[in-house]
């Protein structure tokens, strides 16, 4: 699954996705479900800030998402981009669970698949979404069986095709990935959503903890 991440390094977004246009974002390092998340929806160019948590959702398993009431209409048209560059996955311990930070070895940013809904809020329309999940990597499944959906420049554009899409094709994108990850322990502070800080991604070394509080 994914459910933290990071995007740190705001000011390369503009080379590595020259397509897209985007807002200033400064440094997150704990993006949390509920929160506003930078992304771009299928037949824009402009980045913006959805809400993570589409109708309570906040991934959506790639091999169901066809089929599933709640992301079926989603998949054909209304898919979405989010941009990041790293998130964390806990490792099952058996003194509890232990954080990883996972990210490409250049630090580059990436993108994830997601799908977006609009629903109503006290405030009016928000527009939400949910990020697409796959089975993890070989190399990370001692960590986590789960990873999110990352694509490369060729399959983000399909994804990002305006309008309607057969399921199939949709599903032929979901199946490939960019994955050129690694992934090192970090601090137990990251379980507190209230912790946003360049420590969070600092490399640990278990069964050394960090400052729960920090």
Aim: charged share 25%.
């Amino acid at each position: 699954m994914c459910g933290r991440y990071t995007l740190t390094v705001a000011k390369r977004l503009i080379s590595a996705f020259p397509e897209y246009r985007f807002p200033e974002v400064a440094p997150r390092y704990n993006i949390a479900p509920t929160q506003p998340v930078l992304g771009v929806r299928n037949g824009h160019a402009e980045a913006e800030f959805l809400i993570w948590g589409l109708r309570g959702n906040i991934n959506a398993r790639a091999e169901t998402v066809a089929t599933k009431p709640t992301f079926r209409d989603a998949l054909r048209e209304r898919r979405a981009l989010l941009f990041a560059d790293g998130y964390y996955e806990w490792q099952v311990r058996g003194d509890g669970k232990q954080p990883y930070y996972v990210h490409r070895p250049d630090g580059a940013p990436f993108a994830f698949a997601a799908l977006w809904e609009s629903e109503s809020s006290p405030d009016g329309p928000v527009v939400t979404c949910a990020i697409v999940t796959t089975d993890a990597l070989p190399a990370l499944r001692a960590i986590h069986h789960r990873m999110p959906v990352m694509l490369d420049d060729a399959d983000r554009a399909a994804w990002l095709a305006p309008g309607p899409v057969s399921s199939e094709s949709a599903l032929d994108v979901l199946a490939r990935g960019d994955y050129r990850v690694e992934a090192y322990p970090v601090s137990l502070a990251v379980n507190r959503v209230s912790n946003d800080d360049p420590a969070l991604t600092r490399e640990v070394r278990p069964p050394h903890q960090g400052d729960l509080f920090g």
